[in-house]
């Protein structure tokens, strides 16, 4: 706990100090005055290309061409490495993605910039986090317990579900937290991130499930024994029967009106043997696409009440319907510079 909690006031206090130094800098985005195209297209990873998220994706659609007058087309993918390349590539002028994403991104096309991050509750950048889950099967938790407690120890020869490579929360952090514990092993004290991407160095088997709810899912059919997923990609199909969100030990499972992918694996529970927070994920912009004037109108957009109270969305907590982003509190959008994501980005090193 003493770990987590250590993490997670490093990541903020550098997120606060970087956020500081990058108001300073010259806002300025790319080197065009206007759009190249009439039509800003937008890409969206495999967690947010669902029909549960249609109506989020559409209103934001049609805010940015009233906004700029362009018709908006959507690009829905079921893999992230074709999203990312597809903006590194100028065919897309925007995309919704991960910090890992973006700072894949932004080292294949400098012209790449973050347009804003949801904040946290606070209506700030200083809550603003999502957790890394591991989570296992409920009826196999004692598994992966010494002496009552979950422990790392337990993980070794399983086999084990991850998102994508290009995830943070599904990959880049689990991937460093369970490094950072067992190179202290004299066993593995070789073992890297790359160790963990296929089954032999460490784990029995290693699957990939191309987002969040797939990661889920695997773990849910018994494909794997631990899975790697995000707090944020599968609330809207789960509930708490017991504990505190993101908190270790807590039970969630999966509503039994879960729509897909979680239609097969409805009322199945699962629970958490790590959570780890992680900086929120940004919209970014492929600045020689859409252009510095487009760039401005759509933080504009993006960071007004009209967006921040838009309940398609930021949907009311306890509301029914599925969206993008959640309101408990005072969550909107800010305008943040790109050495906000050095705390992750060091991560990938």
Request: glycine share 6%; charged share 25%.
């Amino acid at each position: 706990m003493l770990k987590k909690l250590s993490l997670l006031t490093t990541i903020l206090l550098l997120s606060a100090l970087l956020v500081a130094c990058g108001n300073a800098v010259d806002g300025k985005k790319g080197n065009n005055s206007s759009s190249k195209s009439d039509v800003i297209e937008i890409v969206w990873y495999p967690n947010e290309s669902g029909e549960d998220m249609k109506s989020s994706r559409d209103e934001i659609g049609a805010l940015i061409e009233e906004k700029t007058g362009k018709k908006v087309e959507h690009h829905l993918t079921t893999d992230y490495a074709i999203a990312i390349e597809t903006l590194v590539n100028n065919n897309a002028a925007l995309a919704f993605m991960g910090p890992i994403g973006y700072i894949e991104a932004k080292e294949g096309n400098e012209a790449i910039e973050p347009l804003v991050v949801p904040s946290g509750p606070s209506g700030t950048l200083d809550d603003a986090i999502y957790y890394s889950w591991l989570s296992v099967n409920i009826d196999e938790q004692d598994d992966f317990k010494e002496n009552g407690e979950f422990s790392l120890d337990t993980i070794a020869g399983k086999k084990m579900s991850f998102v994508s490579n290009s995830s943070t929360s599904g990959f880049v952090v689990p991937s460093s937290t369970i490094v950072d514990y067992f190179s202290e092993q004299e066993e593995y004290a070789d073992l890297t991130a790359d160790n963990l991407m296929e089954g032999g160095p460490f784990f029995e088997q290693v699957l990939f499930g191309n987002s969040h709810q797939g990661s889920a899912v695997n773990l849910l059919q018994n494909k794997v024994d631990v899975a790697a997923f995000c707090d944020t990609c599968v609330e809207s199909y789960v509930d708490i029967v017991e504990g505190e969100p993101n908190e270790i030990g807590t039970v969630y499972k999966v509503k039994d009106n879960a729509t897909e992918p979680f239609n097969t694996v409805q009322g199945e529970e699962f629970i958490l043997m790590n959570s780890t927070p992680v900086l929120n994920s940004p919209f970014v912009a492929n600045t020689d696409v859409l252009g510095e004037e487009d760039f401005e109108k759509l933080q504009e957009l993006f960071t007004s009440d009209e967006v921040a109270n838009n309940e398609k969305i930021f949907v009311p907590e306890d509301a029914e319907e599925s969206a993008l982003f959640y309101k408990s509190a005072d969550e909107k959008f800010i305008a943040v510079e790109d050495e906000w994501f050095n705390p992750i980005r060091e991560l990938s090193n």
